[in-house]
Structures are given as C-alpha cells and as structure tokens.
T-cell receptor, first 115, second 115 residues
Framework: SQKIEQNSEALNIQEGKTATLTCNYTNYSPAYLQWYRQDPGRGPVFLLLIRENEKEKRKERLKVTFDTTLKQSLFHITASQPADSATYLCALTAYMDTGRRALTFGSGTRLQVQP | DTEVTQTPKHLVMGMTNKKSLKCEQHMGHRAMYWYKQKAKKPPELMFVYSYEKLSINESVPSRFSPECPNSSLLNLHLHALQPEDSALYLC??????????????FGSGTRLTVV
C-alpha cells in the first residue's frame, strides 16, 4: 500500500540552528513533492514544491531536497526562529481508489524552536 | 484575492441538526476539495470537485453531502452527524484538478463540534 511517513512526530531545536525534517514514501512514483506549514487551528500553507528532476530547491531560509532513488525528501530551515514553530507536512499527489489524483499528506512533524 | 474563505469558523451542532459549511474562492481555481482533520492527524481527503463536478468521494458517509453551486463556491451539508465527526473541516482549491505546481490553497477551516 502507499505510505508517506514523516519519521519524527516532534522535533525540538535551539534558535539559530538548522532544523531538518524527513519525509519518506513507499509505492509512489511522484512527479513532485510539496511541503506545507500548519499552525494550530489553521489550514496548511503551501511552502515549496520540488519536481522529480530537481535535486534541491531553496526559498529564503528553506531548502528542500528530493531523492527519488531513496524515495525521500529532506526539508531544512536554516537559522531557525521561534516563529518557525509549527507542524510541517509533506504531501504527494496520489492516485485514489477512483483512479483520480489528489493531494495526500504525511503524518507531519511538529517543530518547536526554543529561544 | 488569493484566499479561500470558510464560514463559519466554529460550529456546534446536535446529532439531529442540519447545518452547512461554506467555502468560497475567487482565484479562478477549477478544483475544490474538502478535507477532514482530527487532532494531531494530517488532513484526510473527503471530496474533490473538478470543474464543478464531483470527481472523488473517498467513501464518505452519506450524512456528509457536498455541493458545488458554481466555480467559486463549495458547500458541505451536514445531517445526523455523530460525535466522532467532530473535527476541523478544511476547504482547499487548486488551479487545476489533481496536479498543481502552485500547491493547494487552504482555508482556515471550520471547527465542528457534534454534541
């Protein structure tokens, strides 16, 4: 069966350090992978999309890598700040039972940046 | 306008009530989605509307009834819900159905409590 796993349920780091979050998937062949941020009681917010032919993508302090051989994506936040504290979700477009595609989320990693 | 607007933000309803959740976007997106999110879990897909037609129903109980009156509006009609249906209901949209290189845009959700 198809699975999207984010290995750490929670990650605590000190302000200024780099946070690294992991997303692994099985039985998918995604053309691209997305990362979202979700704050408590709010909807997810789209951060970055990386295509299968891109090894790395950057946006300000964010960096995403995508290794289709390992079936893994790493999400990095450099110079982390307390305001980066949130749940981060990776997501793939998956084929549903109907044969149509829709966005499916990993379980999420709750990041806490300590001042 | 780059937002998805959901109303109401909070809703408490009895098991015999009928209520509706509303979602609106004016970004010209042609796909709209309903997701359900329980505490500390990722969003789970319920329904997908593609060009105003229902294209995916993820085996959702009939007490949830979606409706897409036009390309900007999405409703979720609720009837005879159970306490276990209490959750955050998220509406999302994307430029095209399935694949979206620009991510999905989520609303802030409706926090539903069934008593």
């Amino acid at each position: 069966s198809q699975k999207i796993e984010q290995n750490s349920e929670a990650l605590n780091i000190q302000e200024g350090k780099t946070a690294t979050l992991t997303c692994n998937y099985t039985n998918y062949s995604p053309a691209y992978l997305q990362w979202y941020r979700q704050d408590p009681g709010r909807g997810p917010v789209f951060l970055l999309l990386i295509r299968e032919n891109e090894k790395e993508k950057r946006k300000e302090r964010l960096k995403v890598t995508f290794d289709t051989t390992l079936k893994q994506s790493l999400f990095h936040i450099t110079a982390s700040q307390p305001a980066d504290s949130a749940t981060y979700l990776c997501a793939l477009t998956a084929y549903m039972d109907t044969g149509r595609r829709a966005l499916t989320f990993g379980s999420g990693t709750r990041l806490q940046v300590q001042p | 306008d780059t937002e998805v607007t959901q109303t109401p933000k909070h809703l408490v309803m009895g098991m015999t009530n009928k209520k509706s959740l509303k979602c609106e976007q004016h970004m010209g997106h042609r796909a709209m989605y309903w997701y359900k999110q329980k505490a500390k879990k990722p969003p789970e897909l319920m329904f997908v509307y593609s060009y105003e037609k229902l294209s995916i129903n993820e085996s959702v109980p009939s007490r949830f009834s979606p409706e897409c009156p036009n390309s900007s509006l999405l409703n979720l009609h609720l009837h005879a819900l159970q306490p276990e249906d209490s959750a955050l209901y998220l509406c999302a949209s994307s430029l095209v159905p399935g694949q979206s290189l620009y991510g999905y845009t989520f609303g802030s959700g409706t926090r539903l409590t069934v008593v």
